[in-house]
């Protein structure tokens, strides 16, 4: 398991846009004690609380029970016309898009019904070079914490609905068996938090950062 790990991390570091003379990546499958930073350009995968499933894309946006599945994984990219940089830190309250790292695409939403819960639909958006709002999430940190690092637990907001990123227990039983239903709610719930779990975490730029 541990070699398979880092055959990805391997291949994930190979296909990051990496600055030449960049430090070392940090390559983790777990929170850990002593938390790395979170930064723009950030492979990771998103674990719900309650249900520890990731949040996965193939043909639709869905949670997923496997660790080791790598359409779970996820860019950390700034919103359009943002002044932030690879390696920089992202601080609670910032508006942040997340970009499939084998389809290209955004995570979306809009106000279609999701399929099972009759929720705000969740979904998956564009390409390298198309996006828009509906590609905008804010990053709430629960707790005392500034900075998203690895250890924190987050929400993220989605901007044009106001509907929170949220799965639950309900199932797809056919095209995507065994897969959780991922929808946007708009009220605060306990099935709305996660955290940041496996990935390949770029460091801090040692440049003032400007994440907005």
């Known amino acids: 398991m541990a070699l398979s790990f880092f055959a990805l991390a391997v291949v994930l ?17 777990a929170p850990a004690a002593d938390a790395v930073q979170i930064t723009y350009g950030t492979t990771l995968k998103l674990m719900h609380e309650r249900t520890k499933f990731r949040l ?12 080791d599945d790598s359409n779970s994984y996820w860019i950390v990219r700034p919103v359009l016309d943002s002044s932030a940089k690879q390696g920089d830190p992202i601080k609670s309250g910032t508006l942040i898009r997340l970009q499939h790292m084998r389809t290209r695409k955004w995570l979306h939403s809009h ?21 828009d709002t509906g590609d905008f999430w804010r990053l709430e940190i629960e707790g005392s914490g500034k900075t998203w690092t ?13 509907g929170y990123l949220h799965s639950h227990d309900k199932k797809y039983s056919r095209t995507a068996g065994g897969q959780q239903e991922v929808c946007g709610v708009r009220e605060k719930k306990s099935d709305n938090v996660w955290l940041a779990a496996e990935g390949v975490y ?3 730029n040692t440049e003032k950062s400007a994440s907005s």
């Open 13 to 29: 570091y190979l296909s990051l846009e990496i600055e030449e003379g960049s430090p070392n990546l940090s390559f983790a499958a």
């Open 56 to 67: 996965h894309s193939h043909n639709s946006v869905t949670g997923f029970p496997n660790v």
């Open 111 to 131: 106000l279609h019904a999701s399929p099972i819960s009759g929720n705000l639909e969740v979904s998956c958006f564009g390409g390298d070079q198309e996006s």
């Open 150 to 162: 690895q250890d924190q637990r987050i929400r993220l907001q989605h901007v044009d609905t106001g």
């Open 202 to 204: 770029l460091p801090v």
